[in-house]
T-cell receptor, first 117, second 113 residues
Framework: GAVVSQHPSRVICKSGTSVKIECRSL??????MFWYRQFPKKSLMLMATSNEGSKATYEQGVEKDKFLINHASLTLSTLTVTSAHPEDSSFYIC?????????????FGPGTRLTVL | GESVGLHLPTLSVQEGDNSIINCAYSNSASDYFIWYKQESGKGPQFIIDIRSNMDKRQGQRVTVLLNKTVKHLSLQIAATQPGDSAVYFCAENNSNSGYALNFGKGTSLLVTP
C-alpha cells in the first residue's frame, strides 16, 4: 500500500517551454502533497505544500508563478514548470500523505528527471 | 537556525556486518522522525519511523534509536547486504512546521562483498 507514482519519469525540453509533472497516489487518498527538488548528491529541498482543493503554500525563495501547483483531487497533484530554463534542470520528487489517517508519514514518488536544453 | 544533519557523509561496510548511521537534530520541538533510503535515480523509500515518546523501534533488520537528551537519532541495519547500498536520509517534522519534512544531508552507505 501507499504507492505514489509520477509521470513522466524523465523529460527533456527546450528552454522557454513549459513542462507538467503529475503526481498520483494510487491506493490511498492524499489530502496533502509535497513537492521537492533535489540536486545531484544533495538532500531534498521542499518547494511547496499543497492541500486538496486549496492553494499551495510555497517555501521561501520558490517562485509560485514559475512553479505552478494544482491539487484538484485527492489522488492527483501537478507541478508545471513554466518557461523552463537550464537552471531548472533537476530531479523533482513528490510525496503524499493522508492527513485524516496519519499526519506525519509521507510516501514518495519515484521522481522526475527534468533536463532543460 | 533549526537543522537536521548527519555526522558521516559516507559509510563503507562489509557485507554481513552491522551498519550504524547517525543523525543529529537541533529542533527540540521535533516530535516525529523518519529514515528514508534513496537509491540512485529513485525517490526516497520509507524505512522506519519513530515518535518522540519512544526511544527505540525495530523493524525487519533495522532499528531506530532516539536520544532526545542529546538530540540524536541513529539507524542500525543488521547483517548489511549489497542491496542496502544507497543514500540514507533522516527527516523530522513537528506540528509547528505544518507537517512538512526537514531532511538531513544524507549518508551514502556502500556495502562491499
Amino acid at each position: 500500500g501507499a504507492v505514489v507514482s509520477q509521470h513522466p519519469s524523465r523529460v527533456i525540453c527546450k528552454s522557454g517551454t513549459s513542462v507538467k509533472i503529475e503526481c498520483r497516489s494510487l491506493d490511498f487518498q492524499a489530502t496533502t502533497m509535497f513537492w521537492y527538488r533535489q540536486f545531484p548528491k544533495k538532500s531534498l529541498m521542499l518547494m511547496a505544500t499543497s492541500n486538496e482543493g486549496s492553494k499551495a503554500t510555497y517555501e521561501q525563495g520558490v517562485e509560485k508563478d514559475k512553479f505552478l501547483i494544482n491539487h484538484a483531487s485527492l489522488t492527483l497533484s501537478t507541478l508545471t514548470v513554466t518557461s523552463a530554463h537550464p537552471e531548472d534542470s533537476s530531479f523533482y520528487i513528490c510525496s503524499a500523505n493522508d492527513r485524516r489517517v496519519n499526519t506525519d508519514t509521507q510516501y514518495f514518488g519515484p521522481g522526475t528527471r527534468l533536463t532543460v536544453l | 537556525g533549526e537543522s537536521v544533519g548527519l555526522h558521516l557523509p559516507t559509510l563503507s561496510v562489509q557485507e554481513g556486518d552491522n551498519s550504524i548511521i547517525n543523525c543529529a537534530y537541533s529542533n527540540s520541538a521535533s516530535d516525529y522522525f523518519i529514515w528514508y533510503k534513496q537509491e540512485s535515480g529513485k525517490g526516497p523509500q520509507f524505512i522506519i519511523d519513530i515518535r518522540s515518546n519512544m526511544d527505540k523501534r525495530q523493524g525487519q533488520r533495522v532499528t531506530v534509536l532516539l536520544n532526545k537528551t542529546v538530540k540524536h537519532l541513529s539507524l542500525q541495519i543488521a547483517a548489511t547486504q549489497p542491496g542496502d547500498s544507497a543514500v540514507y536520509f533522516c527527516a523530522e517534522n513537528n506540528s509547528n512546521s505544518g507537517y512538512a519534512l526537514n531532511f538531513g544531508k544524507g549518508t551514502s552507505l556502500l556495502v562491499t562483498p
